[in-house]
């Protein structure tokens, strides 16, 4: 399983985009890019996935770099809510692939 | 539609006693996964069942038993628990290729 390399902590305004990196660099062809974000304690709650094409959804945008080897995660309006940590994992997509999870990015939305 | 179910919420244990975390799904999903998460730290695969009738290690499997019961069920076991196996374990579930996992609420474990 590829590993991520992501920053310990960002902030950001609250109303700005959110902007959080990640590096893969030994990504392989069938593993996909996912994130998902821990609010408090709770349960991780998936956000988006993709492999090779930017992908958008309510809640958020991935772009994947062409090389595959990095991707960042984009918050268009961040709230106060968005407050949590964010982990970019890379997975299989084969049925039963692992989610390795990371240290992870600690967002904190300021007012 | 519940999604994953884990019981217990909480649990106290004694060092060496015993005790199962149990997990159900309801979205038919095939695989199935168990995490450990310290303080401060992202959360660690134990054991993860890609499909029904089969289990695999993960990082951190010592000190830890499961049994895929069926599709839906998905134990965790701690034979001897020790202060170390103070966590919280979440347990989640995926279904078909290239579809997101779903978590649970969690259990938090002290062992005193």
């Known amino acids: 399983d590829a590993k991520t390399t992501q920053p310990p902590s960002m902030d950001c305004a609250e109303g700005r985009a959110a902007n959080l990196p990640c590096n893969h660099s030994?990504?392989?062809?069938?593993?996909?890019v996912y994130w998902y974000r821990q609010i408090h304690s709770q349960g991780p709650q998936y956000i988006i996935h993709?492999?090779?094409n930017n992908e958008t959804n309510e809640m958020a945008s991935l772009i994947i770099t062409e090389d595959r080897k990095s991707s960042t995660l984009i918050l268009p309006h961040a709230t106060l809510r968005d407050t949590a940590v964010y982990y970019c994992i890379v997975r299989t997509g084969k049925e039963g692939g692992k989610l390795i999870f990371g240290q992870g990015t600690e967002l904190s939305v300021k007012p | 539609n519940a999604g994953v179910t884990q019981t217990p919420k909480f649990q106290v244990l004694k060092t060496g006693q015993s005790m199962t975390l149990q997990c159900a799904q309801d979205?038919?999903?095939?695989?199935m996964y168990w995490y450990r998460q310290d303080p401060g730290m992202g959360l660690r695969l134990i054991y993860y069942s890609a499909s029904e009738g089969t289990t695999d290690k993960g990082e951190v499997p010592n000190g830890y038993n499961v049994s895929r019961l069926n599709k839906r069920e998905f134990s965790l076991r701690l034979e001897s628990a020790a202060p170390s196996q103070t966590s919280v374990y979440f347990c989640a579930s995926s279904g078909h290729q290239n579809t997101e996992a779903f978590f649970g609420q969690g259990t938090r474990l002290t062992v005193v």
């Open positions: 030994t990504i392989s062809g069938n593993e996909y």
């Open positions: 979205m038919n999903h095939n695989s």
């Open positions: 993709g492999l090779k």
